[in-house]
């Protein structure tokens, strides 16, 4: 039976512990792909698909890329979210018996990616493992690989806050057990939208147990094991950089949901996904891509404490008081390269001098930093400067050794300064004093033989040469001179004491690059040791940095220093900061929030349009923009600190495509309604739009109830039933404000202020006419609001308005408040068999056919 060649059955060898990667297969100047690999991979990268002689009779899919421009592919199949195993040759060709050895030395993938364009310099690039125990809690461990950050937690039970963990992070892959079960592993895959891999953590490496050690919860220790045992399988290399794993709880911060934060756009907008038109482009006035990726994690994690919080928002204030000073530290971050990231580089050994001069820069920075935050005379900003490590010595190094200019290569030399190595000035003194020797070799040459135009050149195959022309030849005397290269009208010579000089400076010049090279590692494995230092000091900059941001932001948009108080919200000319900022803020229209004992919910009125939305969401990021430690965007604020907030918005109005469903809206009603305290803010956004207007109106009383009742959160509630209203002669704590608009020559004017008291009408049809609907269609439904308008009693009275407690309004619920599914799947079915009962054609029924599908319908209802 014909066999695959050797190098073939080295490939499925290799390839079969690779499954789920491509297999970048070094033969020779080309990675070469085969198989299936070769066919998706030539579609994936638009490079051509070919085939070669496989040993079995038939050809084999094949595609390739050079070696050197692998880099690129890489990038683009990874970001595609695929893996891709780099197999080398490990041993030397000439050396090799048989196929030469290969192995897999890296296994990169979207978690894991050290280098390329898809790494965002503003964003971390987060691997995560999910575990999952029996007592149904679920373990996290995240690690950002170039950064070398590492977090562990523990969730209770809700698999939504696993979700929403992962998507707060910007998780890019997610390691977890083959035996997690299959539904979890499809939601990770379908709704967090990242790569899986699998690790089934038999035992950790000997060289990892020091940093899962300090970890005293066994569950904690196998999370994280899990995700450092796929590093080491994965990486194969120095992961020294890696940072003690911090513990961390999401009690410790402000809890806002999955749903909640992409309904309040905090770090990407609904439409496009991008960053622009988030609260997070408003805010990053960062000048470091540190301070960059800390943002992003303060803006997805508003603090809880008090003192933190306040802390934040004092230096805050001293940035603004001394404007010069943040001026001058705003000038001296911007020369402070990725110093977290380089770090990551120099464990994984890809540093160049150039990066190495950046660093240096960087590092020259730090004293003037330390002086500045220093005199501040903030006890916050002191306790800052007091943990920074200058890295004196480390700047002194680099400033010795490297040069000014370095090339990007390392093996070329030129990257050394004179005076930093002895051997090295020698031998560079040996190449010059040669070199010299030969430049005046010419002149001498020249009155020698009187050849004017006589010279001397270099080129790489025959070194250094005479030349003379054609026409001179016959100046030259016999004998010394020995031809070694005719050209059209010249001829190239040597001589033996040329060849002498030029053997002393080639090998000057090639022991000096080797030993540039030696020098370099040298250094570069010294600047190893100053990781942890380096990346301690990371974190201070990027902190002095968010917070410089946050003056600056402040200042710009004229933002207000909260206050904190127990139990009440005041927001005086309060704005939302991203409208405010996108319309220019001389056309927004501030408003007033006030909620607290008396008042908690607050119902809110208006025509479509008129800013109720705008106004909701002002409230909430005022709240997290607080709780962050930065200003706010309202004349004066007062603000509790929120535990929770709760965004929903009612599917009608729900912009992601798809997802636009009742049950959507439900579900995400039911999370904020079983988790919120009186400690939370909830927004609620028109729910219940998505079903017909008794039942919508019915579960919007039924939940303002419910919340008024038993949770006592601030609240606030838009509505289009205006019959809701009503609801503040009962609830006690709910107000009614509404959004004015006044008519002018019929037509509606939004004046976007929010005023006490219910809105009169709903001003649809204004705002149809402002749409420009056709005038007849705009007056025919002026006439069919009149005659509803005549009616009006009757719907009312089929809505239970009244309010007793025990009429089972509540109970709605249920015991366990999931029942609302049930409840509307009935509603539901019902709805189905009396639409199927209205579309029976009874004149073309027999009698028979008639009891049969009666028969049917009380099936169907008994079930
Ligand atoms: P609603 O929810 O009542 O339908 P929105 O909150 O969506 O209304 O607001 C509609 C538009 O009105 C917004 O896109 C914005 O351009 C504008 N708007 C809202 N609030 C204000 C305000 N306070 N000042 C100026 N313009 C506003
Ligand atoms: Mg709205």
Not at 288 to 316: F, H, S
Not at 417 to 429: A, C, F, K, P, S
Not at 602 to 608: A, E, K
Request: glycine share 6%; net charge negative; with cysteine.
């Amino acid at each position: 039976m014909a066999e695959y060649t050797p190098m073939m059955q080295q490939y499925l060898a290799i390839k079969a512990d690779y499954k789920d990667a491509f297999l970048f297969f070094r033969l020779g100047d080309f990675y070469e792909m085969f198989f299936e690999d070769a066919v998706q991979a030539s579609n994936a990268l638009e490079i051509t698909l070919t085939s070669r002689e496989g040993g079995i009779g038939e050809r084999i899919p094949m595609c390739g890329v050079p070696y050197h421009a692998a880099q690129g592919y890489i990038e683009q199949l990874v970001n595609l979210g695929y893996k891709v195993a780099i197999c080398e040759q490990t041993e030397d060709p000439k050396q090799a018996k048989g196929v030469v050895r290969r192995e897999v030395v890296q296994l990169i993938t979207p978690g894991t990616v050290m280098e390329g364009k898809s790494l965002l310099e503003k964003e971390n690039n987060f691997l995560a493992s999910i575990s999952s125990f029996p007592d149904d809690t679920y373990g996290i461990a995240l690690t950002d690989l170039t950064t070398g950050e590492n977090r562990v937690t523990l969730l209770s039970k809700n698999i939504e806050d696993v979700f929403g963990e992962i998507y707060a992070n910007g998780v890019k892959e997610v390691v977890v057990s083959s035996s997690l079960e299959e539904d979890i592993q499809k939601q990770i895959i379908e709704r967090c939208n990242v790569t899986i891999s699998f690790e089934d953590l038999n035992d950790i490496n000997e060289s990892f147990i020091m940093l899962v050690k300090q970890l005293d919860d066994e569950k904690l220790k196998v999370t994280f094991g899990r995700l450092l045992q796929y590093l080491i399988k994965t990486q194969k290399r120095s992961l020294s950089h890696l940072q003690p794993v911090k513990v961390y709880s999401v009690n410790q911060f402000m809890k806002i949901d999955f749903f909640s934060k992409r309904n309040l756009e905090l770090t990407e907008t609904i439409r496009g996904k991008g960053k622009k038109g988030s609260l997070l482009w408003l805010l990053d006035q960062t000048v470091t891509a540190m301070g960059g990726r800390l943002l992003k994690q303060w803006v997805d994690r508003p603090l809880l404490n008090k003192a933190d919080i306040e802390a934040r928002l004092n230096l805050v204030q001293t940035f603004l008081d001394q404007y010069f000073e943040r001026l001058e530290l705003r000038d001296l971050l911007k020369e402070v390269y990725d110093l977290e990231r380089l770090a990551g580089r120099v464990a994984f050994g890809n540093v160049n001098a150039k990066d190495l001069i950046q660093l240096k820069k960087s590092l020259m920075q730090v004293p003037e930093i330390y002086k500045l935050v220093n005199d501040l005379k903030h006890p916050y900003a002191k306790s800052l400067s007091e943990k920074m490590d200058l890295c004196e010595s480390l700047t002194h190094l680099l400033e010795q050794s490297i040069k000014e200019n370095p090339p990007l290569s390392i093996k070329d030399g030129d990257i050394i300064n004179d005076g930093y190595n002895e051997t090295l000035d020698q031998y560079r003194y040996a190449s010059r004093n040669g070199k010299t020797w030969i430049a005046s070799l010419e002149k001498e040459e020249r009155e020698k033989t009187g050849i004017k135009s006589l010279k001397i050149g270099y080129n790489r195959i025959f070194g250094y040469y005479i030349e003379v022309t054609k026409a001179n030849l016959h100046l030259l005397p016999e004998g010394m001179y020995e031809r070694k290269q005719t050209l059209a009208n010249a001829e190239r010579y040597i001589t033996p004491e040329l060849k002498e000089k030029e053997t002393l400076i080639l090998e000057a010049e090639e022991k000096s690059i080797q030993l540039e090279y030696d020098i370099f590692i040298d250094i570069r494995e010294q600047v190893k040791e100053y990781i942890p230092r380096l990346q301690s000091l990371a974190k201070i900059i990027a902190e002095l940095d968010v917070l410089q941001c946050f003056a600056t932001v402040s200042e710009e948009r004229h933002y207000c220093k909260p206050v904190f108080s127990k139990n009440e919200i005041f927001i005086r000319d309060g704005r939302h900061p991203v409208v405010e900022k996108v319309m220019n803020s001389q056309e927004y229209v501030p408003n007033d929030c006030l909620m607290k004992e008396g008042r908690s919910v607050l119902l809110i009125t208006g025509p479509n349009m008129s800013g109720k939305s705008t106004y909701m969401r002002q409230v909430a990021l005022t709240a997290i923009l607080a709780q962050i430690g930065c200003f706010v965007p309202a004349t004066e604020a007062v603000l509790p600190i929120y535990d929770q907030v709760f965004t929903r918005i009612g599917a009608a109005d729900d912009l992601i495509s798809g997802q636009s469903t009742f049950m959507v809206e439900m579900l995400e009603a039911k999370n904020a309604i079983v988790n919120a305290t009186e400690n939370s803010l909830i927004l609620f956004d028109e729910i219940g739009r998505g079903t017909s207007t008794y039942d919508g109106m019915a579960l919007a009383q039924a939940i303002i109830e419910y919340i008024h009742q038993h949770i006592g959160a601030h609240t606030l509630f838009s509505t289009h039933y205006h019959e809701l209203t009503e609801l503040e002669n009962e609830l006690t704590n709910l107000i009614n404000v509404h959004v004015r608009a006044i008519e002018e020559n019929e037509k509606v004017v939004f004046l976007h202020k929010i005023k006490e008291g219910a809105a009169d009408q709903s001003y649809g049809i204004h705002v149809a006419q402002l749409a420009e609907l056709p005038i007849k269609l705009i007056n025919r439904a002026r006439e069919i609001l009149d005659k509803l308008e005549q009616n009006e009693q009757q719907p009312k009275t089929n809505v239970r308005l009244d309010h007793t407690p025990d009429t089972g309004q509540l109970s709605f619920f249920g015991e366990d408040r999931t029942v609302i599914k049930e409840a509307l799947s009935i509603s539901n079915k019902e709805k189905q068999l009396l639409d199927s009962i209205k579309e029976i054609d009874i004149l073309d029924l027999t009698p028979i056919e008639a009891l049969n599908k009666l028969y049917e319908i009380q099936k169907k209802l008994k079930s």
